[in-house]
């Protein structure tokens, strides 16, 4: 049964709600919902603007390059409020660091028993103040700049939902391994031809992507039945219903390191089955202009990114897990027009291919 969208829990910073960029014939009303988030209670004093979560899910030997790129534009505790939501597996070597650099500006969460990624995530919603949410994977960084562009932007577009900016790829290390795709060459409210392309393809990250509190409240928090992917469905509901502004400045760093639980399903692949699965999701919502074409070209990219797991896990040995990712890789290949499309991309990224025995 679809939800209706409620738009009473808009916080005071806001005016008058403006229409946002939808498709023409999505019908709002029929997009996800996620677990509830109940609006802030009431406090005797005024509430932060931003709150920044640090999502600590597995993350805590990279917990202090996050928390001091954080630190390092603090705006102080009226502006911004700080905090570590951590997932119990490693508390008190969070609890140590943060007691060492914290400088008593972050505050500790912590669970009693590790819970999934989408839980952890609600979580962190669920317990932050401010009229705007960062939620900040604990592997990753925030480059200088990142909150004072947003603060002037939302300053100066109070229409708007989400800030989002561009970011860097980088490895376990650090070295930088490559850029997000330019979405802007300039500042602007994000409209159509980029809902488009993120309805096939993960295009925001956490580390650069700040949204209202309210938009949460309305929207729900991350569904548990994306465990691979709740960032891309959360995001897909958000632009579908919200405005979004984007920055094309490089402001954060999106570690590219898998989890023990992110490697499982790759092994498993059910990280695969879980993008068609999305991909039928919001593609559904849409009408037939677009639903036939986007489908086509979001399956083609889930089916590269699967060849792409194919190859790195066949290099390092692991043939079962290389033969999976391309059982998997086949089942996107929905139509000759999708066959078609992976196939023109696959002789000059995965020529690999051709000449591995068994393949």
Not at 163 to 171: E, M, N, S, V, Y
Request: glycine share 6%.
């Amino acid at each position: 049964m679809a939800h209706a969208i409620s738009r009473s829990h808009l916080d005071p910073l806001r005016p008058r709600p403006v229409p946002a960029p939808y498709i023409v014939g999505i019908d709002p009303v029929l997009v996800p919902r996620g677990p509830e988030v109940h609006p802030v209670l009431p406090l005797p004093a005024p509430r932060p603007l931003f709150s920044v979560m640090i999502s600590n899910f597995d993350a805590t030997e990279h917990l202090r390059e996050a928390l001091e790129s954080v630190l390092a534009q603090d705006l102080g505790p009226d502006v911004m409020e700080i905090a570590v939501i951590d997932n119990g597996a490693m508390s008190d070597q969070a609890e140590d660091l943060i007691c060492e650099i914290g400088r008593n500006r972050v505050q500790l969460q912590t669970r009693p028993k590790p819970v999934g990624a989408a839980e952890n995530l609600n979580d962190c919603i669920r317990r932050a103040r401010g009229h705007w949410i960062h939620v900040v994977r604990a592997k990753d960084m925030i480059r200088g700049g990142f909150y004072e562009h947003a603060r002037a932007t939302i300053v100066a577009h109070p229409e708007i939902d989400a800030f989002a900016a561009r970011h860097i790829f980088i490895d376990s290390d650090g070295a930088w391994l490559s850029l997000s795709e330019l979405e802007s060459h300039r500042p602007r409210m994000l409209a159509e031809d980029f809902i488009q392309r993120q309805l096939t393809a993960q295009r925001l990250q956490f580390v650069t992507t700040l949204v209202r509190r309210s938009v949460y409240e309305e929207l729900g928090g991350f569904r548990e039945m994306f465990r691979h992917c709740p960032d891309w469905d959360m995001w897909n509901r958000i632009i579908l219903t919200h405005r979004v502004y984007y920055d094309p400045e490089f402001l954060g760093c999106h570690r590219l390191e898998c989890s023990y639980g992110a490697e499982e399903m790759i092994r498993t692949g059910e990280n695969v089955r879980e993008e068609r699965r999305c991909l039928r999701t919001y593609c559904g919502l849409l009408p037939r202009p677009y639903a036939k074409r986007l489908y086509r070209e979001g399956m083609c990219m889930a089916a590269l990114r699967a060849l792409r797991h194919a190859k790195n896990h066949w290099r390092d040995g692991d043939q079962s897990t290389a033969y999976l990712q391309l059982r998997e890789c086949a089942k996107c290949c929905v139509s000759a027009g999708t066959i078609a499309l992976v196939f023109r991309k696959l002789p000059e990224t995965f020529g690999w291919l051709s000449h591995q025995p068994g393949l």
